[in-house]
């Protein structure tokens, strides 16, 4: 199942917390009118090549899937930010 809510949170060096919660359905969805034709002429360049469209595409959506659970923590001197794909 492909990740639906990304949590960020930015912490400065002052205290100051920024938190967002973000729905990536709202993403995916924006994302669409340029997925759709960038899917065909990636199928169509793959065709050209000589290999399978349906691995390739059978992989993108494996790695799309494999984002779930990403975590991302970056600890700097002067912010923390912490990332997580749900």
Do not use: E, H, N, Q
Not at 32 to 59: D, E, F, H
């Amino acid at each position: 199942m492909i990740p639906f809510l990304l949590v960020l949170r930015i912490r400065t060096d002052r205290g100051r917390t920024i938190r967002l919660w973000v729905p990536l359905i709202l993403v995916w969805v924006l994302l669409l009118p340029i997925a759709i034709p960038a899917v065909i002429v990636m199928c169509l360049l793959v065709v050209a090549r000589g290999t399978r469209p349906l691995r390739i595409l059978a992989t993108g959506w494996r790695l799309l899937r494999g984002l779930r659970g990403l975590v991302i923590d970056v600890d700097a001197p002067d912010s923390t930010v912490y990332l997580k794909i749900i």
